[in-house]
């Protein structure tokens, strides 16, 4: 049975390099998570598009040398962003995980009405930080080239300004369209996808959404939690601008 390939961050790495340092983070999780010994191959991600195939050369105490033998940088395509209403952590974590695993360009974590954040300027720069070590563990251990880019939390009036700059919106809401009825995300220039809250939006919330042009979309004759219709919504917006499937499924944005 062919084995799984292993996937390092390693930051700062750059092609023409012969060798990587691993420290930190990266280095446990090689040496305590993953088991690696001298001589096993491991393949690096740096986060915009670089993948590059090393071996193992020497583990000390503290650090790992790498023999760095390939390197190949992985063709940018095009990708929905994700607003994502922030819910309780254990679940926001969730969501923010599959939207790395399914190749999202940005997430862009949002307050309304009935959303459960209340947090302060340091909070959500705490908030953002935590998503960002979510983004780099999903696409590490999924194989993306290609990390979201993490936007801090903002509120709604800022989300509709943010939004206003897309092409074209889709809004999950159970009263909405089935997708196969849904506009059509395909040649359209850039693409956002958002998710409100488990109690959903106000009526004057979704009204702003649709003003400026949002598609509400209707994912499941069931009622989803919120971190269920991150899922739905943005492989569906996959499916619309042909991405999903390709190169098996490990296609980055």
Not at 10 to 23: F, H, I, K, M, N
Not at 104 to 116: D, K, L, M, Y
Not at 190 to 196: D, N, P, R
Not at 222 to 238: G, H, K, M, N, P
Request: net charge positive.
């Amino acid at each position: 049975m062919m084995s799984r390939k292993r996937y390092i961050i390693a930051e700062g790495v750059s092609p023409g390099q012969r060798r990587a340092r691993l420290t930190g983070a990266e280095y446990h999780h090689l040496t305590d998570v993953m088991r690696a010994t001298k001589g096993d191959q491991v393949a690096l991600l740096d986060g915009d598009g670089g993948v590059y195939e090393a071996v193992i050369e020497k583990i000390t105490g503290n650090e790992a040398l790498l023999e760095i033998i390939s390197h190949e940088r992985v063709e940018k395509r095009s990708a929905a962003d994700m607003a994502l209403a922030v819910i309780k952590a254990h679940r926001f974590d969730i969501a923010v995980e599959k939207c790395s695993e399914l190749g999202a360009g940005r997430i862009i974590p949002f307050s309304s009405t009935r959303s459960v954040w209340r947090g302060d300027e340091d909070r959500a720069e705490r908030k953002r930080l935590r998503m960002e070590r979510k983004v780099a563990s999903a696409c590490k251990q999924s194989g993306r080239p290609y990390f979201p880019v993490v936007m801090p939390v903002v509120d709604f009036d800022s989300l509709v300004e943010i939004a206003s700059s897309y092409s074209r919106i889709y809004v999950a809401d159970d009263a909405g369209c089935p997708p196969s009825k849904c506009p059509s995300a395909s040649a359209c220039g850039s693409v956002l996808g958002i998710v409100g809250p488990e109690g959903g939006f106000t009526k004057t919330e979704l009204d702003r959404l649709i003003g400026l042009g949002a598609v509400p979309m209707s994912l499941s004759p069931c009622t989803l939690r919120a971190e269920t219709a991150v899922i739905c919504l943005l492989y569906q917006l996959s499916i619309m601008m042909g991405e999903a499937g390709r190169d098996g499924g490990k296609t980055p944005r």
